[in-house]
């Protein structure tokens, strides 16, 4: 960990950044919706079924990373679980596929929970449970202002840069923690 003030900042921000993918990721894109219905010739009802397994991944993948990271170390899970929320963010950019968009949501789920796990285990490992309220006390108003936030800035995306653009905006943040 990075030491001063400006350590400290970075620090944060990378605990906002792994505890929000789950969030931003569930969010960021519900404007598309309608785009991604015609994209993929399906409709609204079944755009949303992206949400549910993208939930199913994120819920089931909460079970195992913790464990994964007793065993290999919390930093190796957090990369592997980064890069596959980056790979999959980038293979639901590129798909054509609706079948296939679902199951990389899925993924991307499986994934994003590293983020969830391992930011507090990171915070439990690194400070005194006191300290780690703290932090929390800090983090996650900006945590939670996410779900309200996303929308409208998927919104800007839509809007200037299409529905692809929320999954290359998630691969970035993958990277952007991957950086850390």
Known sequence: MKSGKKGL??????????????????????????KMS????????????SISFFLAGLAFGQL???ILSEKYGRK???????????????????VNHYPSMLFFRLLQG??????????????????????????????FPFVGSIPA????????????FGWQSHFIFMACIAALILLY
């Open 9 to 34: 900042f970075l620090f944060y921000c990378f605990i906002i950044l792994v505890s929000s993918v789950g969030l931003l990721s569930s969010d960021i894109y519900l404007p598309a919706f309608l």
């Open 38 to 49: 015609e994209f993929f010739s399906v409709s609204l009802a079944d755009i949303q079924y």
């Open 64 to 66: 195992f990373w913790g």
């Open 76 to 94: 190796k899970m957090l990369v592997v679980g980064m890069i596959l929320y980056g790979i999959c963010s980038v293979l639901i950019f590129i």
């Open 110 to 139: 499986l994934s994003a929970s590293s983020g969830l796990v391992l930011g507090r285990a990171i915070l439990s490992d690194l400070y005194s449970p006191t300290d780690v309220a703290k932090i929390l006390t800090t983090v």
């Open 149 to 160: 936030i996303a929308p409208m800035f998927g919104s800007f995306l839509l809007h200037y």
